[in-house]
């Protein structure tokens, strides 16, 4: 027998060693695993524990991040929270827009101001500048009979309105200075642009002749007397009651409505406002009546005075005439 082997302090056996194994044993999978660790480069392995220790850190950043931004935060802060290179200052966003309505605040004013300072010179220009101002000189008048109104006598009515721009100028106004010519009965005034005017007139036509204090006045349908005659000439003597006007109307009326045979025989017509009664040249007289139906009383006495010798006719009643 072989005695035993002497053990080695620490009561353990020394480890036999073992034979290599054959290729693909645990020797060659140890072996292949030293090889890849030291097959690998030394910064790759540098790079994945930096990488490793930098990860912790940037999660507790990202979480400070997330905690920051969820609690409220002012413009700036949350500019700088959020912000970076590539992201839009807040403050800068807010200023910029800020700055825009400013911008399209003054333009608006300054527009304004510059349209009420050209509607401001086109009005001066227009109402109260000498470019349009009125001159009494070019004045066109028209219907004037040259005796009792004349083109310079119109002119000299108006000179008041000398320099009023004619776009201030009253044409009524004017009218109404041109009717003061009593032998004017109406005008019509009408703008001649720039500084003019054309002015058409419309005279008087005498219907009879009054008698007054050294001498004869022509009146119109009216009851105006315009004109101051030496003589009644071929117009009959008229008498009107105190309104004026409604004699002459009431006159006219009779006059218009008898043929011109009839009208050139009436010497003296006279009206009382209510009823109206003539004379002829041979003396007769006639009870005319108001002034309904004067078409037929006209033909009623014009067949009278032909077939009836009389010194009155009365009219009046146009279906019942009398005569005596």
């Known amino acids: 027998m072989r005695p035993p082997s002497p053990r080695r302090p620490g009561g353990h056996r020394p480890r036999e060693e073992r034979p290599p194994r054959a290729e693909g044993g645990a020797s060659s999978t140890a072996r292949s695993f030293d090889e890849i660790i030291a097959a690998v480069p030394e910064d790759e392995v540098t790079s994945d524990t930096e990488e490793s220790k930098r990860r912790p850190v940037s999660l507790v950043e990202r979480r400070r991040a ?19 290179e590539e992201t839009t200052d807040l403050g800068d966003r807010l200023r910029e827009r800020h700055r825009a309505r400013r911008m399209l605040l003054v333009r608006r004013i300054a527009l304004v101001v510059v349209t009420l300072a050209v509607a401001g010179g086109a009005a001066w220009v227009a109402f109260f500048s000498p470019v349009f101002a009125f001159s009494s000189s070019s004045v066109v008048v028209s219907g004037e009979d040259g005796t009792l109104v004349t083109a310079d006598s119109v002119r000299s009515s108006i000179a008041s309105f000398e320099g009023v721009p004619l776009t201030r100028l009253s044409t009524s106004a004017v009218a109404r200075a041109v009717e003061s010519n009593v032998a004017v009965r109406s005008a019509t005034v009408s703008r001649r642009w720039p500084t003019s005017l054309r002015i058409s007139v419309t005279m008087r036509t005498p219907m009879a002749a009054e008698a007054v204090p050294g001498g004869y006045q022509l009146v119109d349908d009216q009851g105006v007397a315009f004109q101051q005659v030496a003589s009644a000439g071929s117009y009959p003597l008229v008498t009107l009651p105190e309104d004026r006007s409604v004699g002459a109307a009431d006159v006219a009326s009779a006059l218009g409505a008898l043929d011109d045979e009839t009208r050139s025989q009436v010497a003296t017509v006279t009206s009382t406002g209510a009823q109206v009664s003539f004379t002829l040249s041979g003396g007769q007289s006639v009870k005319w009546g108001t002034n309904a139906d004067a078409p037929q009383k006209a033909r009623v006495l014009a067949t009278l005075l032909a077939n009836v010798k009389a010194t009155t006719y009365d009219v009046s009643s146009p279906n019942h005439p009398v005569t005596s």
């Open 66 to 84: 997330r905690s920051a931004v969820d609690r409220p935060q002012p413009v700036a802060d949350a500019a700088s929270l959020l912000g970076g």
